[in-house]
Structures are given as C-alpha cells and as structure tokens.
Antibody, heavy 118, light 108 residues
Framework: QVQLQESGPGLVKPSDTLSLTCTVS?????????WGWMRQPPGKRLEWVGY???????TYNPSLESRVTMSVDTSKNQFSLKLSSVTAVDTAIYYC???????????WGQGTLVTVSS | EIVMTQSPATLSVSPGERATLSCRAS??????LAWYQHKPGQAPRLLIY???TRATSIPARFSGSGSGTEFTLTISSLQSEDFAIYYC??????????FGPGTKVDIK
C-alpha cells in the first residue's frame, strides 16, 4: 500500500530554516508524477507551497518562492522542503502529496505540525 | 487566483441521513474539481475528481456533481466514519490550485 510520511522538527526558531522530508513507500518516486507540499496554518485554508518531479523540475508558490527550495533523493525515495527565514506566519501543518497526471492529489501524508517560535 | 468557497461551514447530520455540501468557484473551473475527506491527524483522502468521478475504493454513497462554478458533494446515507471535514479543490490552472475552507460534517 502506497504511503507518504512527513518528518522533521516540530519546532523551528524565527529566522531559521524549516526542513521537512517526505518518504514515499511502495511506489517509486521516479514514476511520472509531480510531488507536492501543501500547508494549512491554524484556522486558515490549505495552500500550495511547491511541487517537484523526480528529475528535479520545480514550481513554487510565488508568495514563497524567494524562501523555498525543494529537492528529490531518488535513492531514498524521498523529497524534501526547505523554507528559509521563517516567521510565526509559517506555523502550519505541512502535508506532502502525490499529484496525479490529471492534476488532483491522489495520496497525502498525514501531515506534520511545524511551529515557529523562540 | 481562483477563490473557492464552501457552504455551509458546519453541517450537523444524523447517521443515515443525506448530506449535501456545496462548493463555488470565483470563475469557471470546468470540471477540474476534486473533493477530499479529512479527519484530524489522518491523511486527507481523495473522494472525487473530475467533479463527479469517484476515486478508487470510495463507496457509492459519495457522489459529486456540477461544472463551471457550482459543485455539490452528496453523501446519500451518512455512516459514522463519514463525520469529517470535506474540502473542495480546483485544479483548472497548473500550478495555481486552490482549496476551499472546508465543511465540517458533525453528528446531530
């Protein structure tokens, strides 16, 4: 059964870099999918952070583009998110997901809460 | 950016009853709309894509309809496991996908 699992620190200090990894099980990350990060701040709606393909192509939310870097490690079947210079507004549950060729998100991780606080 | 709205914010339903959830787009998204079910602490689950196509393993009591700017998710007879938050998402314009604020379905 295909699963996605986010991992990373649950607490990040302001101005530091948030780093998360999504591990994909029972499905090759090298298949023809885009892989995405979404987030949901407390009380707000889901928003997309960015997407990446196994070849390394990326597309980022313009509102976050200057601070976001995504990467893929095909040997570990993982993809990662780095968000630099975080502030309290970056506090959110972060989800990784598999985008299907038709553009909906067929599979999601359960999410991980990242709190930005000193 | 296409803004998605959902109504009602909360829907209180008794088990066995029908639930009708609405989703509206600020401009036409054709049939490029998905519905997800989300229970806190769990992974969101794809229910419907293409506005009306059930995803794999989704029970027939879930159905979607609509196109353009108005969409509906219907749960024909609510089961205990259906109490959750439901989100709609438009994917009409890559990569600018947007989500609705969600409808919480709780027990009446």
């Amino acid at each position: 059964q295909v699963q996605l699992q986010e991992s990373g620190p649950g607490l990040v200090k302001p101005s530091d870099t948030l780093s998360l990894t999504c591990t994909v099980s029972s499905y090759s990350i090298s298949n023809n999918n885009w892989w995405g990060w979404m987030r949901q701040p407390p009380g707000k709606r889901l928003e997309w952070v960015g997407y990446i393909r196994s070849g390394g192509s990326t597309t980022y939310n313009p509102s976050l583009e200057s601070r976001v870097t995504m990467s893929v490690d095909t040997s570990k079947n993982q993809f990662s998110l780095k968000l630099s210079s975080v502030t309290a507004v970056d506090t959110a549950i972060y989800y990784c997901a598999r985008k299907e060729p038709g553009n909906w998100f067929g599979l999601w991780g359960q999410g991980t809460l990242v709190t930005v606080s000193s | 950016e296409i803004v998605m709205t959902q109504s009602p914010a909360t829907l209180s339903v008794s088990p066995g009853e029908r639930a009708t959830l609405s989703c509206r787009a600020s401009q036409s998204v054709s049939s490029n709309l998905a519905w997800y079910q989300h229970k806190p602490g769990q992974a969101p689950r794809l229910l419907i894509y293409g506005a009306s196509t059930r995803a794999t393993s989704i029970p027939a009591r879930f159905s979607g309809s609509g196109s353009g700017t108005e969409f509906t998710l219907t749960i024909s007879s609510l089961q205990s496991e259906d109490f959750a938050i439901y989100y709609c998402q438009q994917y009409n314009e890559w990569p600018l996908f947007t989500f609705g604020p969600g409808t919480k379905v709780d027990i009446k």
